[in-house]
């Protein structure tokens, strides 16, 4: 019946899900697995999903897994054997690494090496795009199926699931309306919405950019503390302000403002790299220590907003060549790099430093 959900439909649900503490079932064939987060799991789901299949797995990514020195047999996995008398303190111990530092040995850790690890790989994919930390809470079960059934379950199918979580879900704008702005009164906002539930993404339109001609653009993540905290510790606020203080002045432009929190990791996450950062590591050695690779965002997504909106070539506001080829892959032509050098600070010093050196930004 077309009532029943579509996959999108199902990973919308199984993230919310995780997010509560339910555990989900994922399914490959006759293997089938449940699967939590290990963030949000209590200690009575965890007692349930030790009584309902195999020994429960930690399923960690393999940045985790360095910080651990557990061994990712899997790539870009790791598999963390949970011992018999392990609780959720353990759990959220090889998860988080707030407390790395003064309790830096959490092993012995032993590693799964044997089996197909692409259901857990699913199981942590999903935590991560839910925004929590990127670590399951996996069993192995005979029937999943039944389980899903009995317990009111979310169940998907990994042949389903894999193309969606590694694709782009296509937007539809919702809306666009006028909104005068200090920097232009012949200011536009569209609204964009990604058909699997996730985050809207705006697009903000100054004056009438030409479509025939390359037009002013900039791709700006969502930055709750430098956006609207005005927070010294990046260069997002200024960098906003700038690109629209710009696109004023010349008359014409598009900014697309991404709600991709934290280079993707989401406003918490963001907060525990924070976190490590004031116990002195970077940006990058933050993220990898959570489990997150240097930068998640998606920025196929401006690509799609833009020709959407019908531009195919731009002069991109940008420091980061990253976006520039993303850009020229998704079929949208960068005919100018336009610098946009704001911000610099006592407090953000490091974070600059580090974003040149790692991440390649032009400083």
């Known amino acids: 019946m077309s009532l029943a959900p579509h996959i999108d439909e199902l990973l919308a649900r199984a993230r919310a899900d995780l997010r509560m503490g339910l555990p989900v ?8 697995v449940l699967a939590a987060a290990a963030e949000t799991l209590t200690h009575e789901r965890l007692a349930d999903m030790r009584k309902a299949g195999d020994r429960p797995v930690v399923a960690i990514t393999a940045r985790r897994a360095e910080t651990l020195k557990a061994r990712a047999y899997d790539g870009d ?15 959220r111990a090889v998860a988080d690494p707030a407390d790395d530092l003064d309790a830096p040995m959490k092993g012995p850790l032993r590693s799964a090496r044997d089996g197909d690890a692409a259901l857990h790989r699913i199981a942590v994919t999903l935590a991560k795009t839910a925004r929590l930390l990127p670590a399951a809470v996996v069993v192995t079960v005979t029937d999943g199926a039944a389980i899903a059934a009995d317990n009111g379950l979310t169940r998907i199918e990994r042949h389903r699931a894999e193309p969606q979580l590694h694709g782009t879900s296509p937007l539809a704008e919702v809306v666009s309306a006028r909104l005068p702005m200090e920097v232009s009164e012949a200011g536009r906002l569209h609204v964009f919405r990604p058909e699997d539930g996730g985050e809207e993404h705006y697009a903000i339109e100054i004056g009438r950019p030409d479509r025939a001609r390359p037009v002013l653009a900039r791709l700006h993540s969502a930055c709750f503390t430098g956006d609207l905290l005005g927070s010294l510790k990046c260069d997002c606020g200024p960098q906003l302000r700038a690109a629209l203080a710009q ?19 989401g406003l918490a996450n963001k907060m525990r790299a924070y976190s490590l950062q004031d116990q002195g590591f970077d940006t990058v050695e933050a993220n990898h ?12 997504l ?18 980061n060549p990253a976006k ?16 946009l050098q704001v911000g610099r600070t006592a407090h953000n010093r490091g974070y600059l430093a580090t974003k040149a050196k790692k991440s390649g930004h032009l400083l």
Do not use: C, K
């Open 25 to 32: 079932v994922i399914g490959d064939g006759g293997t089938e």
């Open 77 to 91: 996995l790791a598999r963390i054997v949970l011992p018999d008398d392990a609780g959720l303190g353990w759990i």
């Open 247 to 265: 696109m004023g002045a010349e008359g014409a432009g598009v900014l697309l403002y991404l709600n991709q929190e934290g280079r993707g990791i």
């Open 289 to 300: 220590r959570l489990g997150f690779e240097d930068d998640e965002r998606d920025f196929r």
């Open 302 to 319: 401006g690509a799609h907003i833009l020709r959407a909106m019908g531009f195919s070539a731009v002069r991109l506001l940008t420091n």
């Open 324 to 339: 520039i080829a993303m850009m020229e892959r998704n079929g949208i032509t960068v005919a100018e790099r336009v610098p």
